[in-house]
C-alpha cells in the first residue's frame, strides 16, 4: 500500500489502482475519496473499498462503473445511507457495480428507484415480465413523465437479465422489442385522449362512436401502429431508433364525418403519439421515431388510410419498399387492421417472383448505401461486413424465394435464417456464419449504445476505450482487444461474403442486356407465358423454344432430401441463365447440347452447388457446355459415373497434371478390394480430363497426345503389375535376372495417341541366361502363360482394343519373344519384311522392366538402321497403296490420299534411308523425327512444312472426330449437320463467302493435295 493509501483509511492508493485496470488511476482515487467522504456510507466505503475495487475490475469496464457509481450517488436525496445500505451488502454491491460499469442509463434509473438494487440481488426480477402485465404496467400511466419512469424501471429489469444473469443478446433485444410496444401502446391511449380534445370522435365511447352503434368495449378505434426495421423483426436495441407506420380504416363514418376527415383526425392521433414518445418538456425521450418508411416518405400524411396505402404500394411502391415491409408487424392499437393491411400488401412483398429488374434494384441500392458507408470503415453497421450487409442479404433471399415459399414471410433476421435453410434456399455452412456474425455484431452494438444511452455503431479509437469494450465482451485480460478486433474482421469478413453470393454475385450477366434479363426471368417466373418462352429461346438459336424450356425447367428442378423442391436451385441456375445459354447458343446444335446437359446434370446429387461452382468459375462452366456440344460421348461418360464431376473439376481448377507416375498411383491407391475397377476409374477422370482441356483450349497437338499416352502407360503398367504378382502366386517367383517388358509400337511408341486409338504392343522377355536347355525351355513357357494372362486382363478391362502383330511371325508367332530372337529378326538377313522394319523404327519401351526393354529397342533400331533394305521405296510405296486401297473412302484422314499414313510412311522411309545419322532422326514420334531430318538436311525446308502443317491439322481433325464420336473413326461424317457440327467445333465460322463446314473442307483438300504431292516427290 502506497503512503497516501495508508494515510487515507484504508482506500487503495493511485499505483494500486493502476494495477486493478483503471486508465485514469488519478481521478479514480479522488472519486473514492468523495465516496468515502459522504456519511455516513462512507465508512462502508472504506471498509470495503479493495474489494469494491476488485468487483469494479471485473466488470471491464472499472473506470466508467465507478464514475457512474459517483453519479447515482450524487443523484440520490440521501446518497450516505444508501451507500452505507448497498456498498456494505456484497449482493446489492456487486448489482449496482456490474450495472453502473455497463451504462450510465442504469445508474440514472438506480437513482430514481434505489430500492431496486436490494430487489434486483435478491432476484425479484428474474423472471421476465409477461407481455400483457408489461402493456398493463405501462399502459396504467397518465402522464408522459409516469410512462418514462415505469418504462425506466422495466429496462433496468431487462439491463439487470443481460449483464448480471447474462441472458443471451436475442433474448435481450426480444424484451427490448416488447418493452417498446407497451411503451407504443401506451402513447397511443395517453395519445389518444390528448388528440380528443380537438377531434372528440377519438374519445374512447364518445358520442361519434356511439352514433356507430356499437358499445365502446367492442368498437375498437380502426388504428394500428406497425413496426418496421429493428422493432418489427423483435431485434431492438438499447438505443435504437423505432420505425413506425400508422394507419387507419379511412372509411370509418365518424372520422368521415368529422372536420378534415379521416387523414386529419388520424394524422392528430399519430402526432399526439409521437409527442408522447419524444416526452419534451414533461419527461425524457422514449425513443426516436422515424416515419420516413411509410408511404410518400416525409411527405406523406402521417397516418395512410388501409385502401390509399394498398393503392400507393400497387401503382407507384418500389423495390426498397418491398424490403421494408418485410419486417411489418402491428404492434399497438387494431392489430386486425394492421393484418388486413399486410395481408393485402402480401401481393405487393412477394410478387409471383422477383425479377431481374427487381434484383437490380435491390443491388443498386445497396451500392449506393455501400458507397456513403465507405468512409466509415469501422461502422459495425453501415461499413463492409457489418449488420446492414448481413440483413440485405437475408432480406433479399426472403423477398427472392418468399413467393414460393410462404414460411419464410418472417420479420425477424435469426428466424429467417434459420427457416431459409429448413427451405434449402441457404446452406447450413453458410447460415451458421451468418447466425454467429450476426449475433456477435449485433451484441457489439448493444455494448457500444448501452454504455451513454447513445446510438453509437464505432468502436472506440483510443486503447482504453477499446479495452473496456473488450472487458464489458467478455474478452478481459491484455490480449483482450486484439481478439476482439479479430473476432470482428473474421465474422464481417463472413458477411460480406454471404452478401456477395446472395445479392452481388447473382444475376451481374442478367442485368447487363435487355436479352440477359430475359433469360434470367424466365428461369424464376414460375409460369411464363408461351409467347415469352418462344421469344426469349428462339433469340438463342433453340429450333424448338418448348423443348428447350422443358429441360431448362428440369435444370432449375432439384429435389430436396425430404421431396421438397430446393429453391435455392433455380435462383442459382437463373443467375447463369444469360451466360450458359449465351454459351449453347454459340454451338452448333443448342437444342442438342441443351438437352444432352440436362441429362447430365440430373445424375448428380446436389444441382446448387454445381451452378455455385460455374457461377464462380466461368472456365468450368464454358467446358461442361462444350463438352455436351462437341462430345457426347464424353457427355454420357459423365452421366454414367455422376462422381467423377467434383473429381474432374477440381483437377480442372487446381491445373492438376496427370502423367505417367501419378496416374499410376492414382490406380494402385484407388479401388485396393478391386485393382482392375481402379485402373478403369483413374482412366475415366482423366479421360474426361483430357477431353475438357482439349475442348477448352488448354491443350496443343504435343500435349493432348502426350497426355493420352502417358495414361495408356499408365494403364500398361498397373496391369503389369498386377499380372506378374498374380503369376508370382500362382507359379511362383522368377529366376533371379529373368524379365518381361512390353515394347509400344505405331502411334503409341511415337507417344501420339489419339481418343480411341488401338495399343501396338510387342511383348519380350530375357535374362537368367546361365539357365539350362530345360529351365530355360519352362522359363519360356512361363513367360508365355504371363504373356496371356497380361492380355486377359487387358481385354478385361475393356479400355483399349490391342494388337500384338507386329511380333515375329504375327498371329502364327509366340505371343512373347525372346529378346535375343526378337533383336535377329530384324537385323540384316533377317525374316523382317520392309513394313516391318518401317514399323520397327517406331518401337519404344511402355511397361515391364522398362531398362530391359529400353535395351532390346536400341538393338533393333541398330539392325534397322545399319543398311537400307532392298527395294525399300518400291515396298513403301506399295505398302502404302495397299493400306490405301483398304480405305474407308476418299474422306478418309488416315488412310485416303494425302492422309497420316502418308507422312508416317514419308517419315519412316525417310529415316531408314538415311541410316539413323543422327541418332536424333530415331525419334519415334512423327513430329520429333520430321524436326530431326529437317535439321539434319535430309529434309527440306518447304517439304517439311507442308508434312508438319498436315500432320496437325489432319490430326486436330481427326482427334477432334474421334472425341464426338466416341470410337475408332477416320473418315468425315457424310451428313451435312454432323460436318457442320464438326466444323463449328474446330473453331471454323461462317462468313459471307462460304460457311465453316466449307471452310474445313477446303482447308484439308488443300492440305492432302501437298502432302501427297510430298509423299510422292520423297518416296523414291
Not at 418500389?318 to 404492434?331: S, V
Not at 454475385?505 to 417466373?525: C, H, K, M, N, Y
Request: contains cysteine.
Amino acid at each position: 500500500m502506497s503512503e497516501r493509501g495508508a494515510a487515507s483509511g484504508g482506500l487503495p492508493g493511485v499505483r494500486e489502482l493502476g494495477w486493478a485496470g483503471f486508465t485514469d488511476p488519478a481521478s479514480a482515487r479522488r472519486r473514492l475519496e468523495r465516496l468515502a467522504a459522504a456519511a455516513p456510507g462512507g465508512e462502508a466505503v472504506r471498509r470495503c473499498a479493495r474489494r469494491l475495487v476488485s468487483e469494479l475490475a471485473a466488470t471491464g469496464a472499472p473506470d466508467r462503473g465507478l464514475a457512474n457509481l459517483e453519479r447515482w450517488s450524487e443523484a440520490l436525496a440521501e446518497p450516505g445511507r444508501w451507500l452505507a445500505a448497498i456498498v456494505g451488502s456484497p449482493p446489492q454491491r456487486r448489482t449496482l457495480l456490474a450495472l453502473a460499469a455497463e451504462s450510465r442509463l442504469y445508474a440514472e434509473a438506480l437513482a430514481a428507484a434505489p430500492e431496486m438494487v436490494a430487489a434486483l440481488a435478491a432476484g425479484a426480477a428474474a423472471q421476465p415480465r409477461a407481455q400483457p402485465a408489461l402493456r398493463a404496467r405501462l399502459a396504467s400511466a397518465r402522464t408522459p413523465a409516469e410512462l418514462f419512469e415505469s418504462w425506466r424501471l422495466a429496462l433496468l429489469e431487462i439491463g439487470w437479465r443481460d449483464v448480471v444473469r447474462g441472458q443471451p443478446f436475442a433474448w435481450t433485444a426480444q424484451q427490448l422489442s416488447q418493452l417498446a410496444e407497451a411503451a407504443v401502446e401506451a402513447a397511443l391511449a395517453q395519445g389518444r385522449a390528448r388528440a380528443a380534445r380537438r377531434h372528440p370522435v377519438l374519445a374512447p365511447g364518445g358520442a361519434a362512436a356511439q352514433r356507430a352503434g356499437s358499445p365502446p368495449q367492442a368498437q375498437p378505434l380502426p388504428f394500428c401502429v406497425i413496426a418496421l426495421g429493428k422493432l418489427g423483426g423483435s431485434e431492438l436495441n438499447f438505443s435504437s431508433d423505432i420505425d413506425l407506420l400508422f394507419c387507419h380504416d379511412e372509411d370509418w363514418p365518424p372520422a368521415r364525418a368529422a372536420p378534415g376527415g379521416p387523414a386529419e383526425v388520424f394524422g392528430a392521433l399519430g402526432r399526439e403519439i409521437l409527442a408522447v414518445l419524444a416526452g419534451g418538456e414533461q419527461a425524457p425521450r422514449l425513443y426516436r421515431v422515424d416515419l420516413r418508411l411509410r408511404p410518400e416518405g416525409s411527405r406523406g400524411p402521417v397516418s395512410v388510410g388501409v385502401g390509399s396505402a394498398v393503392r400507393y404500394y400497387q401503382s407507384r411502391g418500389r423495390t426498397w419498399e418491398r424490403q421494408a415491409l418485410l419486417k411489418a408487424r402491428p404492434i399497438a392499437g387494431d392489430l386486425a387492421l394492421g393484418q388486413r393491411l399486410l395481408r393485402a400488401l402480401e401481393p405487393f412483398v412477394h410478387r409471383g417472383y422477383l425479377n431481374v429488374q427487381a434484383i437490380a434494384d435491390i443491388q443498386a441500392l445497396k451500392r449506393q448505401l455501400e458507397a456513403r458507408a465507405r468512409p466509415r470503415g469501422d461502422d459495425i453497421k453501415e461499413g463492409p461486413g457489418g449488420l446492414r450487409d448481413l440483413e440485405f442479404a437475408v432480406q433479399f433471399l426472403q423477398l427472392l424465394h418468399g413467393p414460393e415459399r410462404p414460411e419464410l414471410r418472417v420479420p425477424g433476421t435469426l428466424e429467417a435464417i434459420a427457416r431459409l435453410v429448413r427451405a434449402g434456399c441457404l446452406g447450413r455452412k453458410a447460415a451458421r456464419r451468418a447466425r454467429a456474425a450476426y449475433c456477435w455484431l449485433r451484441l457489439v452494438e448493444h455494448r457500444l449504445m448501452t454504455a451513454e444511452g447513445q446510438r453509437l455503431h464505432r468502436l472506440p479509437e483510443d486503447s482504453a476505450g477499446q479495452r473496456a469494450l473488450a472487458g464489458r465482451l467478455g474478452l478481459g485480460g491484455p490480449a483482450g482487444p486484439a481478439r476482439m478486433v479479430a473476432l470482428l474482421a473474421r465474422h464481417r469478413r463472413r458477411a460480406q461474403q454471404l452478401l456477395e453470393r446472395s445479392l452481388h454475385g447473382l444475376f451481374r450477366e442478367a442485368t447487363s442486356d435487355q436479352l440477359g434479363a430475359e433469360a434470367s426471368d424466365l428461369v424464376l417466373d414460375p409460369a411464363p407465358p408461351p409467347e415469352r418462352i418462344a421469344r426469349v429461346l428462339a433469340a438463342y438459336g433453340f429450333r424448338d423454344p418448348a423443348a428447350a424450356y422443358r429441360e431448362l425447367e428440369r435444370l432449375a428442378t432439384q429435389k430436396g432430401r425430404f421431396g421438397e423442391v430446393a429453391p435455392r436451385t433455380r435462383a442459382l441456375l437463373a443467375s447463369l441463365a444469360p451466360r450458359l445459354l449465351a454459351a449453347i447458343a454459340a454451338c452448333p446444335d443448342p437444342d442438342g447440347t441443351l438437352a444432352r446437359l440436362e441429362r447430365t446434370v440430373a445424375t448428380l446429387g446436389a444441382k446448387g452447388a454445381f451452378y455455385q461452382l460455374l457461377h464462380h468459375e466461368p472456365d468450368a462452366l464454358a467446358l461442361f457446355v462444350r463438352l455436351a456440344s462437341d462430345s457426347p460421348h464424353l457427355n454420357e461418360l459423365l452421366r454414367r459415373n455422376p462422381g467423377l464431376t467434383d473429381e474432374v473439376v477440381d483437377l480442372l481448377l487446381t491445373r492438376a497434371e496427370l502423367d505417367t507416375e501419378r496416374a499410376l498411383e492414382r490406380m494402385r491407391a484407388a479401388h485396393p478390394e478391386s485393382p482392375l475397377e481402379g485402373i478403369r476409374a483413374v482412366h475415366r477422370t482423366a479421360l474426361l480430363l483430357a477431353g475438357l482441356r482439349d475442348l477448352g483450349g488448354r491443350l496443343n497437338l504435343a500435349n493432348l497426345s502426350a497426355a493420352l499416352t502417358a495414361l495408356a502407360e499408365a494403364v500398361l503398367r498397373r496391369v503389369m503389375e498386377l499380372v506378374l504378382a498374380e503369376a508370382e502366386q500362382r507359379w511362383g517367383a522368377l529366376p533371379d535376372g529373368a524379365w518381361l517388358a512390353v515394347l509400344g509400337a505405331g502411334t503409341l511408341g511415337g507417344g501420339e495417341l489419339g481418343y480411341g486409338s488401338d495399343l501396338d504392343l510387342v511383348l519380350c522377355w530375357g535374362g537368367a541366361a546361365e539357365l539350362s536347355g530345360g529351365e530355360r525351355l519352362e522359363l519360356a513357357e512361363r513367360m508365355e502363360r504371363s504373356g496371356q494372362l497380361f492380355m486377359r486382363r487387358m481385354e478385361e478391362l475393356a479400355l483399349y482394343d490391342v494388337d500384338v502383330r507386329l511380333r515375329p511371325e504375327g498371329g502364327a508367332g509366340a505371343l512373347v519373344a525372346p529378346a535375343e530372337q526378337l533383336v535377329h529378326y530384324y537385323c540384316t538377313g533377317g525374316r523382317a519384311e520392309v513394313w516391318e522394319r518401317l514399323a520397327a523404327s517406331r518401337l519404344r519401351a511402355v511397361a515391364g522392366e522398362l531398362a530391359a526393354g529400353a535395351e532390346v529397342v536400341r538393338a533393333i533400331q541398330d539392325a534397322i538402321y545399319a543398311a537400307p533394305p532392298a527395294e525399300l521405296a518400291a515396298q513403301t510405296r506399295a505398302m502404302r497403296a495397299r493400306l490405301e486401297q483398304a480405305a474407308a473412302g476418299p474422306d478418309d484422314l488416315k488412310r485416303g490420299p494425302g492422309g497420316l499414313l502418308d507422312i508416317d510412311f514419308a517419315c519412316a522411309f525417310l529415316r531408314l534411308r538415311c541410316r539413323g545419322s543422327p541418332p536424333a532422326v530415331r525419334a519415334p514420334g512423327t513430329v520429333a523425327a520430321l524436326r530431326a531430318l529437317a535439321a539434319a538436311g535430309h529434309l527440306a525446308t518447304d517439304a517439311f512444312i507442308d508434312l508438319l502443317t498436315g500432320y496437325q491439322l489432319l490430326r486436330t481433325v481427326e482427334l477432334r472426330l474421334r472425341l464426338r464420336e466416341g470410337r475408332r473413326v477416320c473418315a468425315l461424317p457424310l451428313e451435312p449437320a454432323a460436318r457442320r457440327a464438326l466444323a463449328r467445333s474446330l473453331g471454323y465460322v461462317d462468313t459471307r463467302r462460304r460457311t465453316a463446314e466449307d471452310a474445313m473442307l477446303q482447308e484439308l483438300a488443300h492440305t492432302r493435295r501437298r502432302v501427297r504431292a510430298r509423299f510422292e516427290q520423297l518416296v523414291r
